[in-house]
C-alpha cells in the first residue's frame, strides 16, 4: 500500500460538509473537492469527527471514487486548509 501526503489549500464549506454527511448514502454519495496546488480530488467523506471540540476543525475519513484510494485528514471549516493521506490499496 502506498501512502502520499498532500496539503490541502482550498475545499468545501462546513454548510457542503454538513449536509452531505447527514443526508447520508440514501440520498447518493456526492464527492467534495479537495484542491491541492497542482491537484483537485473528488472526495466521498464516510466519516468526521471533531478534532479540537470548536466545530470549524475536523478529521475526516473517505474515499477518491472509482481509484482504489482511501483517504484520512485533517480539514479546517473556518480556513478551509488542512491535510489528507492519500492510501492507494491496489499497490
Known amino acids: ?7 490541502i489549500e ?4 462546513k454548510f ?12 447518493g454519495e456526492k ?3 479537495f484542491k491541492t496546488s497542482k491537484k483537485s480530488y473528488p ?3 464516510t466519516g468526521l469527527d471533531w478534532n479540537d471540540g470548536c466545530g470549524e476543525n475536523w478529521n475526516f475519513r473517505g ?5 482504489g484510494i482511501e483517504v ?10 488542512g491535510w489528507m493521506v492519500k492510501k ?4
Open 31 to 33: 464527492p467534495h473537492t
Open 88 to 91: 492507494d490499496l491496489r499497490g
Open 16 to 27: 457542503d460538509l454538513m449536509v452531505s454527511f447527514f443526508t447520508g448514502r440514501s440520498k
Open 63 to 67: 474515499f477518491i471514487p472509482d481509484s
Open 43 to 45: 472526495v466521498v467523506v
Open 72 to 81: 484520512d485528514g485533517f480539514f479546517s471549516t473556518q480556513t478551509r486548509t
Open 1 to 7: 500500500m502506498t501512502q502520499t501526503r498532500v496539503r
Open 10 to 13: 482550498d475545499g468545501p464549506s
